[in-house]
């Protein structure tokens, strides 16, 4: 574990009761911000057309909120690719998205 000044933790699955009492002033605001960014790119999603070649060698890739990727990824796949416009490609398309690291 990496440890911040003052011997604040920056293992993200600290309960807020150790995060507390391990940091203070400046610490623990730069501890919550790291916190909220991880919080908030794990909650996006990422599909990368190289992952998955097709004729056109596209090279297109979205990253944003679950419903943000898949909705540009669903229009792409039927205007670019030529997919059948269907529930069926959107849960095939959902179950490629990635989480962002």
Not at 6 to 29: A, H, M, Q, R, W
Not at 37 to 57: A, Q, T
């Amino acid at each position: 574990m990496i440890r911040m000044r003052n011997d604040c933790p920056t293992n993200f699955s600290l309960s807020l009761t150790s995060i507390s009492e391990s940091c203070v002033g400046s610490d623990k605001l730069k501890f919550v911000g790291q916190l909220r960014k991880v919080m908030i790119m794990s909650d996006r999603k990422s599909i990368d057309c190289r992952d998955y070649p097709s004729e056109s060698g596209c090279t297109l890739r979205v990253e944003g909120t679950e419903e943000e990727v898949l909705e540009v990824a669903v229009n792409h796949a039927i205007t670019k690719h030529g997919h059948p416009d269907n529930p069926e490609l959107r849960e095939e398309i959902r179950g490629l998205l990635k989480p962002v690291e």
